[in-house]
């Protein structure tokens, strides 16, 4: 994306292009199912949207302050998926919509579903046509975090859905997870950190292998040198 597409980007959802950070939700199926693929339906779709109403009403505790979606400055920019879940609960009952990936069109509008979509129609030939089947589906959201206490709010916002997400209990039907810049830099962080962990560890036992050794070596000179005299 250019940076002046960035730019109007921005405007248009009245976000400043500075500390504007785009994140996502990959929604796949239950872990535990055994299965790649989900099959389109009403309920995944109902199911979708509820996960969609979980992150924004999503409440953080951290240092005694509660932290809302809302106090990052944070907007959802699925209206694409919003979109194409009211045309697939009325596609029975109109015939002016036809939901073909990737582009669809419902009462004389074309709209792109592979922003959302991925892994579609495996199972056949063409991934063109209805949806029947995904390997997952994309969730989006905006944030602006343009100090470090905006950043420190985001950050408790999404370590909490990184953490759900890995407990996954969320749902019977389906699995998530949370990618942003925010647990990127924590987990970096984490793993630098159990890095410097292990480095210790090994300079100490280092340390006591050298100390052994030289007591040993020591203790046999002394021991040759005693049988010589």
């Not at 109007?8 to 239950?30: D, H, Q, R």
């Not at 905006?150 to 950050?155: D, G, P, S």
């Not at 990184?162 to 969320?170: A, P, R, T, V």
């Not at 950190?193 to 340390?207: E, N």
Request: with cysteine; net charge negative.
């Amino acid at each position: 994306m250019e940076y002046g597409t960035i730019i109007k980007f921005a405007e248009f959802y009245n976000f400043t292009f500075e500390g504007l950070e785009i994140w996502v939700v990959l929604i796949s199926a239950k872990r535990d199912s055994g299965n790649e693929r989900m099959n389109m339906s009403t309920e995944l779709l109902n199911e979708i949207e509820r996960l969609d109403h979980f992150v924004q009403n999503l409440t953080v505790v951290c240092k005694d302050e509660t932290i809302r979606f809302k106090d990052t400055q944070g907007a959802q920019i699925n209206y694409l998926f919003n979109w194409y879940k009211f045309a697939y609960y009325w596609s029975d009952y109109v015939a002016d919509i036809n939901l073909t990936f990737p582009v669809a069109s419902a009462m004389g509008h074309k709209f792109f579903l592979g922003s959302h979509f991925f892994g579609v129609n495996k199972h056949k030939d063409t991934e063109r046509g209805p949806i029947e089947t995904m390997e997952h589906v994309t969730l989006w959201y905006m944030s602006q975090a343009n100090n470090f206490t905006q950043k420190k709010r985001l950050e408790a916002i999404q370590m909490k859905l990184f953490q759900l997400s890995k407990e996954d209990q969320f749902s019977d039907i389906l699995s998530f997870e949370m990618y942003g810049d925010q647990v990127a830099n924590a987990e970096m962080l984490r793993g630098t950190l159990y890095t410097i962990k292990l480095f210790l560890i090994g300079v100490v036992m280092m340390v006591i292998f050298m100390l052994f050794m030289y007591f040993k070596l020591t203790y046999l000179f002394i021991i040759q040198y005693l049988n010589v005299f």
